[in-house]
């Protein structure tokens, strides 16, 4: 069946660093793929999503492009800030079959000031 | 666009109470989806249903949980009787149910069952 694999948090970094959360999947045929972000006492929201491959992600200075080759679609952004402190979810879904989406378990972000 | 609504917020009741959350999904979704969210299991899919109607149930752990959906506006997810390992956040989230649709989720309730 479908499945989303994350990168293990926490992920610790200071402000303006670098960021790169891995996301590995498998999956037949062709899903779309999504990072959603969960602010403490918040519901998941969806940061963005690419629905084909090579398509480029972006929403608030994060990227994540889908890497059918790799079956990955890592987020990144060049410089985080403290009020980018949250919970990271990768997941999958698609247009054929059990629509169900797939969730990775969630890699959580601290950022220090 | 109000979004996802959920009620309560919080819920704290005791062991073997009846417990009743409420969930409306944004107008015009036609899915719509329970999970449960603790530390120790991540996010789990309890149920959900299309166009009103129950499909996947198989992730409600017992059957002290059952969900109902009366109309396109109104879901709920009712724990009877509640037990301390009931305690987590339940999400209510809804969609327009393509595969490249994204899921809308409510801001929870937060259960804890003493």
């Known amino acids: 069946g479908d499945s989303v694999t994350q990168m293990e948090g926490p992920v610790t970094l200071s402000e303006e660093a670098f960021l790169t959360i891995n996301c590995t999947y498998t999956a037949t045929g062709y899903p779309s793929l999504f990072w959603y972000v969960q602010y403490p006492g918040e519901g998941l929201q969806l940061l963005l999503k690419a629905t084909k491959a090579d398509d480029k992600g972006s929403n608030k200075g994060f990227e994540a492009t889908y890497r059918k080759e790799t079956t990955s679609f890592h987020l990144e952004k060049g410089s985080v800030q403290v009020s980018d402190s949250a919970v990271y979810f990768c997941?999958?879904?698609?247009?054929?079959?059990?629509?169900?989406?797939?969730f990775g378990r969630g890699t959580s972000l601290i950022v220090h000031p | 666009d109000a979004g996802v609504i959920q009620s309560p917020r919080h819920e704290v009741t005791e062991m073997g109470q009846e417990v009743t959350l409420r969930c409306k999904p944004i107008s015009g979704h036609d899915y719509l989806f329970w999970y449960r969210q603790t530390m120790m299991r991540g996010l789990e899919l309890l149920i959900y249903?299309?166009?009103?109607?129950?499909?996947?149930d198989s992730g409600m752990p017992e059957d002290r949980f059952s969900a109902k959906m009366p109309n396109a506006s109104f879901s709920t997810l009712k724990i009877q009787p509640s037990e301390p390992r009931d305690s987590a956040v339940y999400f209510c989230?809804?969609?327009?149910?393509?595969?490249?649709?994204?899921?809308?989720f409510g801001n929870g309730t937060r259960l804890t069952v003493t």
């Open positions: 249903f299309n166009n009103n109607v129950p499909i996947d």
């Open positions: 989230a809804s969609s327009l149910g393509q595969g490249y649709s994204p899921l809308h």
């Open positions: 997941a999958l879904s698609r247009a054929g079959g059990s629509y169900i989406p797939t």
